[in-house]
């Protein structure tokens, strides 16, 4: 395809290929959520989650499509005004005539999706999905996968923080010393940790918690690992902008700057 016949309909093809629908989670809102079909995109942006700051970058930098890892329209909303921040955001979007896809859930959980590429980075063996699909749908959800030979607590966190490029990683470490079998799941993923236990996993990681899961970690004698929500995701999202470019040819696809974690750890 050459980069003036490059439509929005034909970049959510090429997305839907990389990211199918059918894999994201039923409560989740995926897919093209706002702009034309048969508009022309030579510039492209992806992003974590799509702020007034990130929509203004993309703006700045004359985008036609935005892709961001979290959706907009989230929740069921009955008007779009001025009078409220996604409105605000939205409305700038439409009259900068700028479409927006969210793969999100289904990027987590896609054959090369954020998961996949976690564990692989990690150097994970015989990795298979943590939960299936529900019958029909091949896959799964999050991740599970051993080391060839086990790593200390030191190598193991380094390697992890390494890759997603955090600053610091929150630790509940009440399993083995050594790490062989990991579960994990990117984002907000708490509730995959009964899914790795199961698995007999010693260590799972995903990017935030509550308390209650480290509290279970601590009586199931599990390691738990918390890279924050940002850092989890956020290396796809750059990864994406590589891997969209080599598919629509000539179309200008980069990562936003803007899009910055908005949690800092302030050290008393
Ligand atoms: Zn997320």
Redesign the pocket.
């Known amino acids: 395809m050459t980069s003036e016949k490059m439509l929005v309909e034909n970049v959510c093809r090429v997305l839907r290929q990389l990211a199918p629908l059918p894999t994201a989670e039923s409560w989740d809102n995926v897919g093209f959520l706002l702009g034309r079909p048969d508009r022309t995109v030579s510039r492209l942006m992806t992003c974590?989650t799509l702020t007034p700051t990130v929509a203004r970058e993309a703006i700045a930098k004359n985008v036609q499509m935005i892709v961001t890892?979290?959706p907009v329209l989230f929740r069921a909303t009955k008007s779009i005004t001025s009078d409220t921040i996604e409105g605000r955001l939205l409305l700038d979007l439409i009259e900068a005539r700028i479409a927006v896809y969210s793969p999100h859930t289904a990027f987590d959980n896609a054959e090369w999706g954020i998961n996949q590429w976690l564990a692989e980075s990690l150097g994970l063996q015989t990795i298979v999905p943590l939960r299936s699909f529900p019958l029909g749908i091949p896959g799964g959800a999050g991740r599970m996968g051993q080391f060839a030979e086990s790593l200390s607590k030191q190598q193991f966190l380094e390697k992890l923080g390494t890759i997603v490029g955090a600053e610091y990683l929150e630790v509940a470490w009440h399993g083995s010393e050594d790490v062989r079998r990991v579960g994990l799941a990117?984002?907000?993923a708490a509730d995959y940790l009964a899914d790795a236990l199961q698995a007999e996993c010693d260590t799972f990681v995903t990017?935030e918690a509550r308390f209650h899961s480290a509290v279970e970690c601590q009586s199931r004698e599990c390691n738990l690992v918390l890279t924050g929500?940002f850092w989890s995701?956020r290396p796809a999202v750059v990864r994406l902008a590589h891997v969209l470019s080599e598919r629509l040819f000539g179309v200008d696809c980069f990562a936003s700057d803007e899009d910055r974690n908005p949690l800092e750890l302030f050290q008393i």
């Open positions: 974590l890892h979290h990117c984002g907000s990017g929500h995701e």
